[in-house]
Protein backbone atom coordinates (compact mmCIF):
# COMPACT_ATOMS: atom_id res chain seq x y z
CA UNK A 1 0.00 0.00 0.00
CA UNK A 2 1.81 3.46 -0.86
CA UNK A 3 0.46 6.40 1.15
CA UNK A 4 1.79 9.81 0.36
CA UNK A 5 2.94 11.69 4.03
CA UNK A 6 2.71 15.96 3.31
CA UNK A 7 6.07 16.79 4.62
CA UNK A 8 9.53 18.32 4.22
CA UNK A 9 11.05 18.12 7.28
CA UNK A 10 13.34 15.15 7.29
CA UNK A 11 13.38 14.45 10.95
CA UNK A 12 9.55 13.75 10.76
CA UNK A 13 10.07 11.84 7.43
CA UNK A 14 12.96 9.71 8.40
CA UNK A 15 10.44 9.38 11.97
CA UNK A 16 8.01 8.21 10.11
CA UNK A 17 9.39 5.72 7.51
CA UNK A 18 11.26 4.13 11.26
CA UNK A 19 8.21 4.01 13.16
CA UNK A 20 5.69 2.75 10.13
CA UNK A 21 8.42 0.64 8.89
CA UNK A 22 6.61 -2.11 7.11
CA UNK A 23 6.72 -4.30 4.04
CA UNK A 24 2.98 -3.73 3.04
CA UNK A 25 3.34 -0.17 3.90
CA UNK A 26 5.25 2.20 1.76
CA UNK A 27 5.35 6.35 2.84
CA UNK A 28 5.57 8.66 -0.25
CA UNK A 29 7.03 12.16 1.31
CA UNK A 30 5.34 14.96 -0.65
CA UNK A 31 6.23 18.47 -0.61
CA UNK A 32 3.58 20.89 -1.03
CA UNK A 33 2.71 24.31 -0.19
CA UNK A 34 -0.63 24.59 2.05
CA UNK A 35 -1.93 27.18 3.57
CA UNK A 36 -2.28 26.25 6.87
CA UNK A 37 -5.26 27.80 9.27
CA UNK A 38 -4.02 29.12 12.34
CA UNK A 39 -5.41 28.13 15.23
CA UNK A 40 -5.00 25.81 18.75
CA UNK A 41 -7.13 22.90 17.98
CA UNK A 42 -4.57 20.54 16.60
CA UNK A 43 -7.44 18.03 15.29
CA UNK A 44 -8.65 21.00 12.69
CA UNK A 45 -5.66 22.00 11.77
CA UNK A 46 -4.87 18.73 10.65
CA UNK A 47 -8.63 17.92 8.91
CA UNK A 48 -8.30 21.19 7.07
CA UNK A 49 -4.46 20.37 5.95
CA UNK A 50 -5.33 17.06 4.86
CA UNK A 51 -8.57 17.78 2.57
CA UNK A 52 -6.30 20.61 1.08
CA UNK A 53 -3.26 18.22 0.20
CA UNK A 54 -5.84 15.62 -1.29
CA UNK A 55 -7.44 17.73 -3.32
CA UNK A 56 -4.24 18.60 -5.08
CA UNK A 57 -2.80 14.93 -5.19
CA UNK A 58 -5.95 13.02 -5.54
CA UNK A 59 -4.06 9.90 -3.55
CA UNK A 60 -4.10 8.29 0.27
CA UNK A 61 -2.03 11.05 1.84
CA UNK A 62 -1.76 11.51 6.07
CA UNK A 63 -0.38 14.76 7.86
CA UNK A 64 0.36 15.34 11.01
CA UNK A 65 0.98 18.21 13.67
CA UNK A 66 2.90 17.82 17.17
CA UNK A 67 2.97 21.02 19.89
CA UNK A 68 3.15 21.63 22.87
CA UNK A 69 0.09 21.99 25.60
CA UNK A 70 1.48 23.73 28.93
CA UNK A 71 -0.39 22.76 31.52
CA UNK A 72 -0.74 26.24 33.70
CA UNK A 73 -0.60 28.12 30.57
CA UNK A 74 -4.40 27.45 29.25
CA UNK A 75 -2.96 23.77 27.53
CA UNK A 76 -0.81 26.58 24.65
CA UNK A 77 0.50 26.69 22.49
CA UNK A 78 -1.29 23.26 21.09
CA UNK A 79 -1.25 24.00 17.33
CA UNK A 80 0.41 27.33 17.58
CA UNK A 81 3.62 25.81 18.69
CA UNK A 82 5.38 26.24 15.62
CA UNK A 83 4.77 30.01 15.73
CA UNK A 84 6.07 30.18 19.47
CA UNK A 85 8.74 28.20 18.24
CA UNK A 86 10.05 30.54 15.11
CA UNK A 87 10.11 33.53 17.00
CA UNK A 88 11.45 32.12 20.45
CA UNK A 89 13.62 29.54 19.62
CA UNK A 90 15.41 26.87 22.11
CA UNK A 91 16.87 29.11 25.01
CA UNK A 92 13.93 31.84 24.67
CA UNK A 93 10.18 29.42 24.82
CA UNK A 94 12.26 27.08 28.01
CA UNK A 95 13.83 30.05 29.83
CA UNK A 96 10.50 31.86 29.93
CA UNK A 97 8.34 28.47 30.66
CA UNK A 98 10.73 27.65 33.65
CA UNK A 99 11.57 30.71 35.23
CA UNK A 100 7.76 31.28 35.63
CA UNK A 101 7.03 27.47 36.87
CA UNK A 102 4.88 26.25 34.01
CA UNK A 103 7.18 23.18 32.71
CA UNK A 104 4.41 20.53 32.87
CA UNK A 105 3.38 19.72 29.44
CA UNK A 106 1.61 17.29 27.47
CA UNK A 107 3.41 16.88 23.61
CA UNK A 108 1.06 15.83 21.34
CA UNK A 109 0.48 14.12 17.87
CA UNK A 110 -2.50 14.28 16.03
CA UNK A 111 -2.53 12.56 12.37
CA UNK A 112 -5.11 12.92 9.63
CA UNK A 113 -5.24 10.24 6.97
CA UNK A 114 -7.63 11.05 3.95
CA UNK A 115 -8.71 7.53 1.74
CA UNK A 116 -10.75 9.56 -0.71
CA UNK A 117 -13.92 8.46 1.13
CA UNK A 118 -13.33 9.90 4.70
CA UNK A 119 -11.01 11.59 6.74
CA UNK A 120 -9.52 9.60 9.75
CA UNK A 121 -7.68 11.12 12.90
CA UNK A 122 -5.05 9.76 15.34
CA UNK A 123 -3.61 10.79 18.62
CA UNK A 124 -0.79 9.97 20.59
CA UNK A 125 0.17 11.65 23.82
CA UNK A 126 3.04 11.73 26.17
CA UNK A 127 3.61 13.73 29.72
CA UNK A 128 6.94 15.59 30.17
CA UNK A 129 8.14 19.18 31.17
CA UNK A 130 9.97 21.53 29.85
CA UNK A 131 13.80 22.27 30.59
CA UNK A 132 16.70 25.14 31.07
CA UNK A 133 18.98 25.31 29.69
CA UNK A 134 17.76 23.33 26.31
CA UNK A 135 20.27 20.19 26.37
CA UNK A 136 20.88 17.86 22.90
CA UNK A 137 20.39 18.57 19.51
CA UNK A 138 18.52 21.83 18.22
CA UNK A 139 17.83 21.17 15.00
CA UNK A 140 14.55 19.76 15.31
CA UNK A 141 12.52 21.67 17.47
CA UNK A 142 11.53 21.59 20.85
CA UNK A 143 13.14 17.99 21.50
CA UNK A 144 16.05 19.58 22.91
CA UNK A 145 13.50 21.49 25.70
CA UNK A 146 11.60 18.48 26.15
CA UNK A 147 12.22 15.66 28.98
CA UNK A 148 9.42 12.88 29.07
CA UNK A 149 8.38 11.58 32.35
CA UNK A 150 9.89 9.24 33.68
CA UNK A 151 13.36 9.47 31.90
CA UNK A 152 16.47 11.76 32.18
CA UNK A 153 17.19 13.09 28.85
CA UNK A 154 15.35 15.33 26.32
CA UNK A 155 14.02 13.64 23.69
CA UNK A 156 17.41 15.91 21.22
CA UNK A 157 19.70 13.50 23.84
CA UNK A 158 17.91 10.37 23.55
CA UNK A 159 18.05 10.37 19.59
CA UNK A 160 16.64 7.19 17.62
CA UNK A 161 15.49 5.85 21.11
CA UNK A 162 12.56 8.79 21.41
CA UNK A 163 11.11 6.86 18.51
CA UNK A 164 10.78 4.12 21.10
CA UNK A 165 8.43 6.47 23.41
CA UNK A 166 6.87 9.61 21.64
CA UNK A 167 3.33 11.00 20.97
CA UNK A 168 4.39 9.85 17.12
CA UNK A 169 5.28 6.64 17.63
CA UNK A 170 2.10 6.19 19.89
CA UNK A 171 -0.29 8.08 16.60
CA UNK A 172 1.75 6.25 13.99
CA UNK A 173 0.98 2.67 16.12
CA UNK A 174 -2.60 3.21 16.15
CA UNK A 175 -2.56 4.93 12.04
CA UNK A 176 -0.43 1.67 11.38
CA UNK A 177 -2.84 -0.89 13.35
CA UNK A 178 -5.74 0.69 11.49
CA UNK A 179 -3.92 0.21 8.19
CA UNK A 180 -3.03 -3.31 8.39
CA UNK A 181 -6.78 -4.10 9.34
CA UNK A 182 -7.67 -2.55 6.37
CA UNK A 183 -5.33 -4.20 4.30
CA UNK A 184 -6.36 -7.79 6.21
CA UNK A 185 -9.99 -7.31 5.12
CA UNK A 186 -8.97 -6.63 1.64
CA UNK A 187 -6.67 -9.52 1.38
Not at 42 to 71: H, N, S, W, Y
Request: net charge neutral; with cysteine.
Amino acid sequence: MEICFLSSNIHKIDEVKSILNSEKINIIPIELKINEIQSDDMEKIVKDKVIKAFKKIRKPIFVEQTGLLIKNFGDLPGGLTQIFWDNLKADKFSEIFFKIGFTEVTAKTVLAFCDQKKIYTFEGIIEGNIIYPPRGDRSFQWDCIFIPNGHEKTFAEMGKEKNNISMRKIALNEFKSFLEERMNKND
